[in-house]
T-cell receptor, first 114, second 111 residues
Framework: DTAVSQTPKYLVTQMGNDKSIKCEQNLGHDTMYWYKQDSKKFLKIMFSYNNKELIINETVPNRFSPKSPDKAHLNLHINSLELGDSAVYFC?????????????FGEGSRLTVL | GENVEQHPSTLSVQEGDSAVIKCTYSDSASNYFPWYKQELGKRPQLIIDIRSNVGEKKDQRIAVTLNKTAKHFSLHITETQPEDSAVYFCAAYGNTGKLIFGQGTTLQVKP
């Protein structure tokens, strides 16, 4: 009965590969997010969807493409992986649009690019 | 754009002492200020939040104060315990429509 679940938890891959991370929430929230946490622990928003509509699209390389098939799912696909993409990627959901309320984070997906 | 500065970056206290973490924000329209706690290897979790129509909020050993004039808010933890050791993030939500996080404070509580 995990509220926000993401898979895989760990991902080790070579430079140049393409990978995906999946996220699902069973809280009934309309808004979902992807955050990137780098080695210095800084949490930076990447994307946000509200009921399948993209509402926040930060300045990230277009190698990163989010997809929301329905409001309970938000996936992240990364093409042509680079060393600098190594980080922990957190999915989150909230009952309020944009983040003016509690964010419920998934456990994180640690991506290591070799 | 919106910026949130958090200090200190690391904080070490003795068990039982108080800890204070401070944040400043740049967007005067910011109206929601949450604090998240992230234990090692875990997800960030909300511990307390405050909205701009309130100056102070308490929940047991933790409290948050907000000074809208100075664009400054703080987290206070009293009677610290080893399980309070974690990374704490402040954040602000305003005109950008996004929640902007501070850089994080690593709190170590020594037994």
């Amino acid at each position: 009965d995990t509220a926000v679940s993401q898979t895989p938890k760990y991902l080790v891959t070579q430079m140049g590969n393409d990978k995906s991370i999946k996220c699902e929430q069973n809280l009934g929230h309309d808004t979902m997010y992807w955050y990137k946490q780098d080695s210095k622990k800084f949490l930076k928003i990447m994307f946000s969807y509200n009921n399948k509509e993209l509402i926040i699209n930060e300045t990230v390389p277009n190698r990163f493409s989010p997809k929301s098939p329905d409001k309970a799912h938000l996936n992240l696909h990364i093409n042509s992986l680079e060393l600098g993409d190594s980080a922990v990627y957190f999915c989150a959901s909230s009952p309020t649009r944009g983040g003016a309320g509690e964010l419920f984070f998934g456990e994180g997906s640690r991506l290591t690019v070799l | 754009g919106e910026n949130v500065e958090q200090h200190p970056s690391t904080l070490s206290v003795q068990e039982g002492d108080s800890a204070v973490i401070k944040c400043t924000y740049s967007d005067s329209a910011s109206n929601y200020f949450p604090w998240y706690k992230q234990e090692l290897g875990k997800r960030p979790q909300l511990i307390i939040d405050i909205r701009s129509n309130v100056g102070e909020k308490k929940d047991q050993r933790i409290a948050v104060t907000l000074n809208k004039t100075a664009k400054h808010f703080s987290l206070h933890i009293t009677e610290t315990q080893p399980e309070d050791s974690a990374v704490y993030f402040c954040a602000a939500y305003g005109n950008t429509g996004k929640l902007i996080f501070g850089q994080g404070t690593t709190l170590q509580v020594k037994p």
